[in-house]
C-alpha cells in the first residue's frame, strides 16, 4: 500500500491496478532500512540504507562534510543513533517518539499466473502482524514457502486516534511436497536478485506510514 491507501497498487501490463489483497507464496522476506534526513520529493534515494537490516550503507554521492551534518549514518543498525526510540523529528523540527531510520520488511511474493515476484513492503505499523503470522507458521513448523499466503489491509487506529492501513496474514492454502519443491527451486533463483534490490523511494512511501496515518 502507499500512502495509507486501503488498497494495494499491483502493476500490470496495461498500468497500476488497485487491490484489496494479495495473494501467493512468499518466496523471500527480511528487514531493510531507510534514512532520509530532508523532505521526500518522489524521486529522492535514502541518505543511508540498509538492505538486510543489519548494515547501513551511506548514499555514496554524499561529501563527508553533507554526512556529518546529518548524523554521520552508517555502520551497524543496531547501534547507529538514527536507529533509536526517540530520534525521529516531527515537521515541526521537535522530537518524536519514533525512529529518524525507517524500519520496514520487504517481502518477495509470487502471485498464481505470473512468472516474477512482486516485491511488497511492510510498514513498521504491520511488522508485528507479519512475524505473528510467520511465528503460528514456524510454530507448527510450516515453512512461508508451503503455503499460499493472503496479504489484505484492515483499518487500525494509534494510541493518537490516527487512522491508518495495517496489513493482516492469513494462510490460503497449502501446498503438496512436489508443489513446495518446485517453489524452493524458484526461490533459489531469485534469491541473488533479492539481496542485491536496494532501498527505493517506494520503499519510504510505504514506511511513511509508520506515523500511523490514514491519508486519502
Known amino acids: 500500500p502507499t500512502s495509507g491507501a486501503k488498497t494495494f497498487t499491483i502493476p500490470s501490463p496495461d498500468g497500476d491496478e488497485p487491490a484489496e489483497a494479495i495473494e501467493g507464496v512468499v518466496l523471500h522476506h527480511g528487514a531493510a532500512r531507510g534514512y532520509w534526513s530532508h523532505a521526500f ?12 537490516g543489519r548494515q547501513g550503507t551511506p548514499n555514496p554521492s554524499l561529501t563527508p562534510e553533507t ?5 554521520n549514518p552508517g555502520g ?11 530520534s525521529k523529528r516531527g515537521s515541526d523540527g521537535k522530537p518524536t517518539n519514533g525512529k529518524a531510520c525507517k524500519e520496514m520488511r520487504r517481502l518477495w511474493v509470487l502471485r498464481k499466473g505470473d512468472v516474477l515476484p512482486i516485491v511488497v513492503t ?6 508485528g502482524a507479519f512475524l505473528d503470522y510467520a511465528g503460528r507458521l514456524s510454530q507448527r513448523g510450516i ?20 487512522k491508518y492501513a495495517q496489513a493482516t496474514f492469513l494462510r490460503s492454502g497449502t501446498f503438496d511436497a512436489e508443489t513446495e519443491q518446485k517453489v524452493r527451486a524458484i526461490a533459489a533463483i531469485f534469491e541473488p536478485m533479492v539481496r542485491s534490490v ?10 511513511d506510514e509508520g506515523t500511523g496515518e490514514l491519508r486519502d
Open 67 to 71: 554526512l556529518a551534518s546529518i548524523g
Open 198 to 207: 536496494e532501498v527505493s523511494n517506494e520503499d519510504y512511501r510505504v514506511a
Open 122 to 127: 511492510m510498514p513498521p505499523t504491520s511488522l
Open 41 to 52: 520529493s518522489g524521486d529522492t534515494p535514502p541518505d543511508c540504507s540498509s538492505v538486510d
Open 143 to 162: 515453512g512461508m514457502r508451503s503455503v499460499l499466503t493472503r496479504i489484505g489491509l484492515v483499518e487500525a487506529k494509534n494510541r493518537g486516534g490516527i
Open 76 to 86: 551497524a543498525c543496531v547501534t547507529c543513533p538514527l536507529n533509536q526510540w526517540g
